[in-house]
């Protein structure tokens, strides 16, 4: 055995005992939400010694059973059947938190956590204007809650996960660069608005931060499974409730009738799989990545026209057709629009999310090889339908 | 002689059938009711609950008929009352704030100027009866009413009965049925400016973005679904001033019309066609007479009463809403709309002027 081999072998021990002793630690905000619980998972499934450390707000089951709760459900939902719950049980913990409280409502972490890795990935999504406070109080005085319990533990990395959609009404090409507040464009609602105000909170904080910007946020890219139904989900339920208030009217009504629709009729939809912004995400944690701004999107861009044209059909509705302007709208057509005006961001105004900078720290992205097809799309759609919508409609049927 | 069939006047809404039951009340030997289901089912949102599958009690029985209806009663302390409200709230025991029992709105109103004293006669002898369907409570309700006003029928009409034509037709089999039609563009526009079927639309919404309905559970869950106006009509935040800006448009009433034209049409042709006639509001309007022979032959009471017609006549006004005042888009809206119940009409014979061209 050479010297060299035997130095590197003493190499590898010592970080091995390293990692043993002081193992990579995350501690997450979100953490039960879509990216967050995606993310602890790929930690897990890639790292067998890295901890995480849940702020999560207990609810009625309490943290820790509630974060192992959705742990547990996402690595089924992904397809990792069991194979991650020992891991789920012996390497996560949950502390009751809050982002709302200073600190997070946090008293004291175990100095063990100190110099960690942060991971801030709550949010409130509700998009509609009377949430607009509430929205504010979860994404900018969340985030400076955030901010400040990062200072006190004294974290290595912040990772922050925005939206691409800060780019809010600029089109074509749009950087991996901070948003500009007073450049003339502007938001197209209140959540876009409160991620920009808090991306800005992040970037002065003087910690170094990533800011991640995943694109519209699907299922997993293998097994369609999702832990919530929001973005494509939510517009794909305003559509489906659209069609059963409509159908209450007369039963018959939206099979035959054709709604218009706003929207780019040459525009694309930027889609990205859960797993993979959880992958991606991680990836520019384990490279190093400078701080600075990271799109996770353009992976699967897809005609919008066909995109939700494939959407209607799935729940039994003529292909929409799209128009510019409200004037060209009837009144069925405005009632439509109201229920799902609030994704107008991602179907008006061309916008392609360039990655540079991601895929420079990359070794391989997520979706290299990815193809998002028709058939993946409706795999997606009906899983939504059977999962989720189904059930619904056994609600109110009568 | 053998006892008349009852009889349901049956319609869309907006068609004309409050005048109906006006006429009905001014006959000798009917007794008139007046809009217990269309309230019963509180605004044809609970019909399982006042149709149930399983026979019941005269106690709970009465409780359907009895118990206060969520949306009217919001309707009430909102400072919304439908014309068709007739309860005396000046000198009857009832107040808006406290809830109003159902058929203390308008039913028991219309048939007795003590509405009260007539309620607590009913409730006694209801509460009183055994198990039995509800078809049987319905039908020992009104026979009681029959028997206390000597009435030798009863003719029941709701606004907007089509939408429960298939429960009628199977309660009431023995039943004949006067279908009153009205222009659709003109039902459509009245319909969208009425309380009540803005009420039930609104409901409609609800009940689709909230996943249930907002007036019988706390389920807010599905929360962050409803529109900015629709949550203002939720049962905790529901303002007269938020009714009144929520968007529904005569096109939207239009469909309405159709579905329920069709529906109803598809029902009512199993009722054989002796025990069911069609009546146009229109010619009730325009050709009064001719109009009230009809109607009056089809109670089987034998020959018409000619009283009851002449002082029918002096009740017989004018209509309103014209389509034609709309904007033109909105015309052509609420003309393709109305288009397939126009279509099921024509293929019975009825038609208006102008009911496809533009």
Known sequence: ???????????????????????????????TGLVGSATVLEILKTDPDARVLGLVRPGSEGAQQRFVATLERGARLY????????????????????????????????????????????????FHDRFRAKVMRTNVE??????????????????????????????????????LENDGFSTNNHYERSKVIAERMVRESGIPARILRPSIVIGHSRTYGTLNFNGLYGFMRGVWKFRRMMARTQADLMNTLEVRLIADPDGELDLIPVDFVARDALGLSRAGADPGVYHLASVARRPTQRTLGLIFESLGLRWPTFVDTREELTWIDRKLDAGVRVYNAYVVGAKYFDRTET??????????????????????????????????TRKVTE | MSRPRPVFVVGTGRCGSTLVSTLMREHPEVLSISELFSFVTDLGSLI?????????????FWSVMADPSPRLNQLLRAGLRMGEIVYPFGSGRYRVDGGVPTVSMTMLPHIDDDPDGLFDALAAAMQARGVASAAEHYRGMFELLMRRYDRRTWVERSGGSLRIIRRLVDAFPEARFVHLVRDGRNTAISMSQHVGFRMALIGYALLEFLGVDPWESDDRSEIDDLTDDLAGLLPENFTAEAFADYDISPSLCGHYWSGEIKRGLAVLREVPAERRMTLRYEDLL??????????????????????????SLRRIGRGRSSWQALAEAEQRE?????????????????RWPDQCGH
């Open chain 1, 79 to 126: 397809g990792l059947g069991g194979s991650l719950d020992q891991a789920i049980h012996s390497r996560c913990e949950a502390v009751a938190a809050d982002v709302h409280e200073p600190r997070c409502g946090v008293d004291a972490l175990p100095p063990e956590w100190r110099g960690a890795e942060m991971w801030h990935c709550a949010a409130a999504l509700q």
């Open chain 2, 334 to 350: 609420l003309q393709d709309a109305c288009a397939p119940g126009f279509a099921a009409l024509a293929a019975e014979g009825i």
């Open chain 2, 286 to 311: 325009l050709r009064p007479r001719a109009s009230l022979e009809r109607l009056g032959a089809a109670l089987g009471l034998g020959p018409v009463d000619r009283a009851w017609i002449d002082k």
């Open chain 1, 1 to 31: 055995m050479s010297a060299a081999t035997v130095a590197n072998e003493q190499a590898t021990r010592y970080v091995l005992l390293l990692r043993m002793l002081c193992p990579p630690r995350h501690v997450f905000t979100g953490a």
């Open chain 1, 142 to 179: 969340g985030t400076a809650n955030v901010v400040g319990l990062a200072k006190e533990l004294g974290v290595g990395v912040l990772n922050f996960v925005s939206t691409a959609y800060v780019a809010g009404t600029r089109r074509g090409l749009i950087r991996e660069e901070p948003v």
């Open chain 1, 359 to 392: 895929d420079r720290h990359l070794e391989r992205p997520a979706g290299a090889d990815y193809e998002l097809t028709d058939e993946h799309l409706l795999g997606f759609y009906q899983w939504y339908i059977d999962q989720d919508l189904a059930h619904r």
């Open chain 2, 48 to 60: 399982p609950r006042a149709f149930p599958a399983e026979p019941l009690s005269g106690r709970e």
